[in-house]
């Protein structure tokens, strides 16, 4: 019997398709870091079956403020998106009030800050607290509230890449801290420590509802 030869499929077939624009927001989410905060959101917005066409995330060639201003400024200009949400630390970098400020008076970013780092948001899913985090020794801000931290995720380090499942059952508890902790800062004038993490936590929760 002759075998006849099989027919070569088409490299179309194998090309993995492009992620669709959804009818909600087009938003751009920039961060300071490489590893913990792009974990965090690429893995929430997995879980909750956001496009990554509508839901780009990118690290900034910069991990200072102002340089992920820059670098934001210039991808919205790039594209269209409707917001690009610039995520930052206050602990040891420059210009950082400078950044806030040149956010401020550019339409369609916003600021996303921790003070002193993201760190904040993840102890905010054990504990309220508004005792502020210092310099201490050879210990950096973030650094002690890492330490604080270990009370809860004695294994943590930054850039876990599990970090956003294992947070999802304290959600709500860490959203409701954040905002008791952002009145308590707007009544004393204080921002340590400080975070509005869960804004754009709770803007991408809700954002298939609109």
Known sequence: MKVMPRKKRRGKSFERAEPVREAYA???????????EPNYFKRMRRLHRLSSANIEIAPSPGSDPLSI?????????????????CVFDRDGHPGYIEALAAISRCDGLIAIRSVPCFEIWVLLHFVYSTAPFNISGSSSACDNVIRALKAYITDYEKGRETIFDELEPNMETAIR?????????????GENPATD??????????????
């Open 26 to 36: 087009y938003i751009l989410i920039v961060c300071e870091g490489t590893k913990s």
């Open 69 to 85: 201003v820059k670098f934001a400024k210039a991808k919205l200009k790039e594209k269209q998106y409707d917001n690009v949400y």
């Open 177 to 189: 801290h954040a905002k008791v902790l952002a009145v308590h800062n707007k009544q004393t004038g």
């Open 197 to 210: 993490i869960h804004v754009l936590v709770d803007f991408l929760r809700k954002l298939k509802e609109h």
